[in-house]
Nanobody, 125 residues
Framework: QVQLVESGGGLVQAGGSLRLSCAAS????????MGWFRQSPGKEREFVAAIDRSGFRQYYADSVKGRFTISRDNAKNTMYLQMNSLKAEDTAVYFCAAARGLYPILTVSTSYEYWGQGTQVTVSA
């Protein structure tokens, strides 16, 4: 089992940047593929980005490609999401998640067994 805690959210102007962190407990962080999802009021939770166990492969939603960068540091049990050129439509609660399946489909929320509590990102126009 793994516990996830997000941090780094806040209020930023459009065009600005934020860096989210997801700290994981336990010694098995490197055995999990990881992902970021977001949810805004009245909308379903949507995929943002994901990274495989080694950090070698990254996946992005089209809406954030070229602006967001996902990374991980297995030695620190931490995953990151660098968000640049933020837009008002990026406003949401951002969740990190961990997937332990052998070949999880990382763009789908049901592939993930563990979730953090979320961190609010608000982008003012």
């Amino acid at each position: 089992q793994v516990q996830l805690v997000e941090s780094g959210g806040g209020l930023v102007q459009a065009g600005g940047s934020l860096r989210l962190s997801c700290a994981a407990s336990g010694r098995t962080f490197s055995t999990y593929a990881m992902g970021w999802f977001r949810q805004s009021p009245g909308k379903e939770r949507e995929f943002v980005a994901a990274i495989d166990r080694s950090g070698f492969r990254q996946y992005y939603a089209d809406s954030v490609k070229g602006r967001f960068t996902i990374s991980r540091d297995n030695a620190k049990n931490t995953m990151y999401l660098q968000m640049n050129s933020l837009k008002a439509e990026d406003t949401a609660v951002y969740f990190c998640a961990a997937a332990r399946g052998l070949y999880p489909i990382l763009t789908v929320s049901t592939s993930y067994e563990y979730w953090g509590q979320g961190t609010q990102v608000t982008v003012s126009a």
